[in-house]
């Protein structure tokens, strides 16, 4: 009769864990499943992004973050960073979102980001990256002469 009621608790008592191991493995799977969900942007999204931050890279431009003054490079690096934070959080999933939300203004500050080409008067790094997103747009995509 011992071993009976002793059998019934550990049972009962297994079964009360059940449910909480049910739970934390649902929770480890939909964690797992918004991870892929926010690291999957479209190809167009990526593509773009990547082509802003590259122009401005490849540009002779210079960028203002609260006010100072950085080369090219530096700003590329820059923005690299604002958009891994962004789409770590899934906060990037076009390039407009990305102007607005990384290439717009200091998130620290709330200064407005500017751009200055050559001696052309410095603009708004929004107004920048929003003509050269037409521009890149308007681009016909390189095609392969069929056979």
Same mark, same amino acid.
């Given at each position: 009769m011992q071993?009976? !009621? #002793?059998?019934?608790?550990?049972?009962?008592? +297994? /079964?009360?864990?059940?449910?909480?191991?049910? &739970?934390?493995? /649902? *929770? *480890? %799977? %939909?964690? *797992? /499943?918004? &991870? =892929? &969900?926010?690291? +999957?942007?479209?190809? @167009?999204? $990526?593509? #773009?992004? #990547? @082509?802003?931050? @590259? *122009?401005?890279?490849?540009?002779? !431009? @210079?960028?203002?973050?609260?006010?100072?003054?950085?080369?090219? /490079? #530096?700003a590329q690096a820059h923005l690299r960073k604002k958009l891994a934070y962004l789409r770590k959080r899934d906060m990037a999933d076009t =390039? $407009?979102?990305?102007?607005e939300r990384a290439g717009s203004e200091s998130s620290l500050s709330g200064k407005p980001y500017r751009v200055r080409c050559g001696n052309a008067a410095p603009v708004a790094s929004a107004a920048w990256l929003k003509a050269k997103l037409v521009q890149l747009r308007a681009a016909k995509p390189a095609t392969t002469p069929s056979p």
């Open positions: 071993r009976t !009621c #002793e059998n019934r608790f550990m049972n009962h008592r +297994a /079964a009360a864990f059940r449910p909480r191991r049910l &739970v934390v493995f /649902a *929770a *480890a %799977l %939909l964690g *797992a /499943a918004s &991870v =892929a &969900v926010q690291a +999957a942007l479209s190809p @167009q999204a $990526e593509r #773009e992004t #990547e @082509q802003l931050i @590259q *122009a401005l890279g490849s540009s002779s !431009c @210079q960028f203002e973050r609260n006010g100072s003054w950085y080369d090219s /490079a #530096e =390039a $407009e979102l990305f102007i």
